[in-house]
């Protein structure tokens, strides 16, 4: 198969349609119009609908409608859409149906700008909608990965009965890159004697749903809910390592950052500085597993994002206290540079060797 | 002996929840008698909004789809986009449609989505405790109205059938009462109508149907529908608002 160039929102329309998506239903936002775009041409001449909604509100909802008939069904918006989608998105999650949600993140909070940010870190796994739920959350590092994951999301979605949210920020929606739109690998996928299709009077009424008004069902709900997501846990933390075998510093980024801090590792070594780098692929679940065993060599952590430090929380977490915590992180938009970063891991280790 | 009355196929066998006297019922088994006898049961989802009725799952023997309060018009709409050949309606208190819904119905409108809404107007919220509606009268006592709605600070009730009948998709929209048996036929053929209109791909109908809460009017049932017929009638009008080919 051959490589081609593409931009990244439409790429990941692209993917979404080679995975079979058949109803994508969006609201404009910058910076992730290609999306809609690209879908509103593309998705009519492969026997998909297309619907701009009249707010994300509305968008998320039709998601819900069509989830619930079985269909493969996407939206994408940024920040500040995710934030209203996210009535619907506790919904969604509560009736247990599938579907993929693409987050472009840019900076907030409020109407904040439309460069690219990774504010969205704690939206994505806290989730702002109601009640005990988890979204599978992915976060490429490039395009190719980028494809691969808009594709696999699909797959997981079904598997799961689950939401899949896929986040990449600004900077992976705009920019170009070679990828090749190989077949993801297929899951066993039950099937979907749940869905909403009309009775044909041959069966009983299905019930799309997520009213359980008496507190016991709506605790053994709950309940089973937490069992799936913890087999989530067990199963999906996705991550990479670079570099780790001798690293003094061990830096925890995703997306974006992590490629700048591949950058920074790179330089440093050749000063004689080890840095690794853990780069979560699923933001949740958390890869706590990467976390289980540091070199011998590390002696510290250090979270760099395009936040204010949201992951960090994580990071402790699965850290239980073992190496001290540092931060570094741009906002509003702000990238930061490879010479901003090598400046802080230099300072960490105690200036160049 | 000849079956002169029986529950409807349409309609699953179990108990209300609704409260003694209140409408919501009758309009239950006009909407499952329609689908019924335009054969389409089997081929119906039906969305259930917040409020009263919120359990109206429980009721249709057809695939059936919760939403959140006032966006089953959207649910909606995903569903018709991707089940063209179902029959797809919601159902809607006037909470649910006239106030945090109000952008979800007048788009699916706007965009003649092909689907029927039956929306209840019994001009309060009933099922959060008799708080105002958008929809409730001049000097009608609400909990958060104590002193009776005033046009000051609150506004005048909303005509939803009215306003909707302004949007260039709306196809067909008709307001009906269930107050009297006279009133009940003549809902269950605007019900009729619509569904067919959908069937016929005619794009976006709704039905307006005036319906009591005597729970929280504070009426007795009886006296509930003699309200309904002097106080809400005058305010809402029955007739037809809007039919396909007529330009407003
Ligand atoms: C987002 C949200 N806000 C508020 C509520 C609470 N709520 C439940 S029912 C209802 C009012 C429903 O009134 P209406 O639509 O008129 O239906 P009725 O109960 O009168 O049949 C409200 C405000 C809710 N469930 N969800
Ligand atoms: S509260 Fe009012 S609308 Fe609700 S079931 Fe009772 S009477 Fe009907």
């Keep these: 198969m051959s490589k081609v160039l593409m931009k990244g929102n439409e790429a990941i329309s692209e993917a979404a349609i080679r995975a079979g998506c058949k109803a994508f239903f969006g609201y404009p936002i910058t910076p992730q119009n290609e999306i809609p775009e690209y879908m509103s041409r593309e998705m009519p001449k492969n026997g998909g609908v297309f619907v701009q909604a009249e707010s994300e509100v509305a968008a998320i909802n039709m998601v819900y409608g069509a989830a619930g008939c079985g269909v493969r069904t996407m939206t994408s918006s940024s920040s500040p859409g995710i934030a209203l989608k996210q009535e619907g998105i506790s919904y969604i999650a509560g009736a247990e149906l599938p579907c993929v949600i693409v987050n472009i993140v840019r900076g907030g909070p409020g109407l904040g700008g439309i460069q690219p940010a990774q504010s969205d870190y704690n939206q994505s796994t806290r989730g702002g909608g109601n009640g005990d739920y988890k979204l599978l959350v992915y976060a490429p590092g490039n395009l190719q990965e980028m494809v691969d994951l808009v594709q696999e999301s699909f797959d997981k979605a079904d598997y799961y009965r689950n939401p899949v949210m896929v986040v990449g920020d600004g900077m992976i929606g705009q920019m170009m890159e070679p990828i090749e739109f190989r077949p993801a690998p297929k899951m066993d996928l039950p099937a979907q004697p749940w869905a909403t299709t009309g009775t044909k009077g041959e069966r009983k009424p299905n019930i799309i749903n997520s009213l359980f008004l008496k507190p016991e069902q709506l605790e053994d709900h709950n309940i089973r809910l937490t069992a799936k997501y913890a087999t989530m846990k067990e199963n ?60 011998e060599t590390a002696k510290s952590i250090l979270c760099v994002e395009m936040s204010m430090g949201q992951m960090i929380d994580d990071i402790r977490i699965v850290n239980e206290g073992r190496l001290p915590v540092d931060f570094y992180g741009r906002s509003g938009g702000m990238i930061p540079t490879p010479e901003a970063i090598e400046e802080k891991l230099r300072s960490m280790v105690g200036g160049a060797k | 002996m000849a079956m002169v009355y029986e529950r409807s196929e349409g309609l699953v066998n179990v108990q209300t929840h609704y409260c003694p006297g209140c409408t919501h019922g009758v309009i239950h088994k006009l909407v499952a008698e329609v689908l019924v006898e335009l054969d389409v049961l089997g081929d119906t989802i039906g969305v259930a909004p917040v409020g009263c009725s919120v359990l109206a799952y429980d009721y249709f023997n057809c695939d059936m789809h919760e939403a959140a309060h006032g966006r089953a018009p959207a649910v909606a709409t995903g569903i018709k986009r991707v089940k063209p050949n179902n029959v797809v309606f919601t159902y809607q208190g006037d909470g649910d449609l006239a106030s945090i819904g109000t952008a979800e119905i007048v788009h699916v409108a706007h965009r003649s989505e092909n689907i029927t809404t039956i929306f209840v107007n ?127």
């Design chain 1, 236 to 295: 999906e933390q996705r991550f990479e390592t670079f570099n780790m075998e001798k690293a003094e510093v061990v830096c925890v980024a995703y997306g974006t950052t992590s490629r700048i801090v591949k950058n920074a590792i790179v330089a440093l070594k050749e000063e004689g500085i080890e840095v690794g780098l853990i780069r979560p692929i699923t933001l949740w679940p958390f890869p706590q597993k990467a976390f289980a065993e540091y070199p």
């Design chain 2, 122 to 248: 019994n001009a309060i919220y009933g099922m959060t405790g008799g708080q105002m509606a958008p929809t409730t009268l001049i000097g009608q006592k609400a909990t958060t109205a104590q002193a009776g709605r005033t046009v000051e600070g609150m506004g005048m009730p909303l005509r939803m059938s009215e306003m909707l009948a302004t949007v260039p998709g709306a196809a067909y929209i008709e307001r009906v009462s269930v107050h009297s048996p006279a009133a009940i036929r003549k809902a269950k053929k605007a019900i009729k109508n619509a569904f067919q209109y959908q069937l016929d791909g005619k794009g976006f109908s709704m039905v307006e149907v005036l319906s009591t809460c005597p729970t929280n009017w504070g009426i007795n049932p009886v006296d509930s529908l003699k309200w309904l017929e002097e106080n809400m009638i005058p305010y809402y009008p029955l007739g037809n608002f809007r039919t396909p080919g007529e330009e407003k």
